[in-house]
């Protein structure tokens, strides 16, 4: 059976994402440091690296 990730493992993961995207790896190099396909590492970090890469001061509040 397979153990799903807890939200601090879930994370650490994505801070190490968002910081491997900002140091210019490609998604085929974050999947393969995670044991997944570029394409499924992207389908599950992408948004939120996305959004933990963006300065506060462009996210728009309303």
């Known amino acids: 059976m397979e153990r799903s990730e807890t939200s601090m493992?879930?994370?650490e993961t994505l801070r190490?994402?968002?910081k491997a995207l900002r140091d210019?790896?490609?998604w085929?190099?974050?999947g393969q440091q995670l044991?997944?396909?570029a394409q499924a590492a992207e389908r599950?970090?992408?948004?939120?690296a996305?959004?933990?890469?963006?300065?506060?001061?462009n996210h728009k509040f309303y």
């Open 50 to 57: 996305e959004r933990a890469a963006t300065p506060y001061s």
């Open 28 to 30: 085929e190099e974050i």
């Open 16 to 18: 190490k994402v968002t």
């Open 44 to 48: 599950e970090y992408a948004e939120d």
């Open 24 to 26: 210019g790896w490609s």
């Open 35 to 37: 044991g997944l396909s």
């Open 9 to 11: 493992e879930r994370n």
